[in-house]
């Protein structure tokens, strides 16, 4: 399960990244305010699951091998 939550992570990182680069190209074009607050909104969405799975990762007990 922690591989799920790794994957999880790292690809709420991703898309964090590209959330960050189309809002700070939305702010040098000069986007509708609308249009900036949506993507703030998904910036803010984002670093929420980013916490939430980070915190779910944490709380997993570690895994044993063997039997």
Do not use: C, E, W
Not at 6 to 24: E, G, H, K, M, N
Not at 44 to 56: D, G, H, K, M
């Amino acid at each position: 399960m922690k591989f799920v939550y790794t994957i999880l992570f790292f690809t709420d990182t991703l898309v964090l990244v590209l959330l960050s680069y189309l809002l700070f190209k939305l702010l040098d074009q000069g986007g509708s305010r609308s249009s900036i607050l949506l993507l703030a909104a998904a910036l803010v969405l984002s670093i929420l699951l980013l916490i939430y799975f980070f915190n779910r990762y944490l709380k997993l007990p570690p895994h044993k091998s063997g039997s």
